[in-house]
């Protein structure tokens, strides 16, 4: 079964520099989420999109940005790199008001 | 502020004995309570879930139980392998108003062989 795809799974970047992370859902889930996990912590909720809007907003710093395209692929744009930003982020996606599924993270290190 | 507390932090326990997660709530709008697990790098996937209209839903080795008076629910591994060691959440979500979940903290589990 096709499961949410992101790329880059891996990604070193400098601090003030600026990274952007990809997510293809799963075909026919109308809603994307992304998450943040800091090493041995819960994930985070950053945002979230419904059919290619907006729905919620989460911890979600303001040098972040997200958009869901009209393909429904969705990309995390992050400016002015922090170390504080190395995490794992998770995308995932789901149907309507249902399960949640999650890709298996990109690993952004800041340094 | 955690609007779900989960426990213990960590566990350890023996192949064939028994893990027990425990997880707590505040808010009463939360319908549906999903169970991840964790490996090492890995996305979270998603293990078993309930909603309040049940007080324990089983599959195979994997047992919720849910108290919605006491607005607690646990996790309950039986007969559990050294391959069930990874990190747990439990997450809770409403159905109303704009859909996401929210993690507990995770507990990582550890099974002896």
């Known amino acids: 079964a096709a499961g949410v795809i992101q790329s880059p799974r891996h990604l070193i970047k400098e601090k003030r520099e600026t990274a952007t992370l990809k997510c293809y859902p799963i075909?026919?889930?109308?809603?994307v989420y992304w998450y943040q996990q800091g090493p041995g912590q819960d994930p985070q909720f950053l945002i979230s999109f419904y059919e290619k809007m907006q729905s919620d907003k989460g911890s979600i710093p303001d040098r972040f940005s997200a958009q869901q395209f009209s393909d429904y692929h969705s990309e995390l744009n992050m400016s002015s790199l922090e170390l504080g930003d190395s995490a794992l982020y998770f995308c995932a996606s789901s149907p309507t008001r249902n399960t949640i599924y999650f890709g298996e993270g990109s690993w952004l290190t800041v340094v | 502020q955690q609007q779900v507390k989960q426990s213990p932090q960590s566990l350890i326990v023996q192949k064939g004995g028994i893990s027990i997660i425990n997880c707590a709530y505040e808010n009463t709008a939360f319908d549906y309570f999903p169970w991840y697990q964790q490996f090492p790098g890995k996305g979270p996937a998603l293990l078993i879930a309930?909603?309040?209209?049940?007080s324990e839903k089983k599959e195979g080795r994997f047992t919720i139980s849910f108290n919605k008076s006491a607005k607690q629910f646990s996790l309950h591994i039986m007969d559990s392998q050294p391959g069930d060691s990874a990190t747990y959440f439990c997450a809770a979500s409403t159905t109303s108003g704009t859909y996401k979940y929210i993690f507990g903290t995770g507990t990582r589990l550890k099974v002896l062989a």
């Open positions: 075909p026919r889930h109308d809603t």
């Open positions: 309930i909603r309040p209209d049940v």
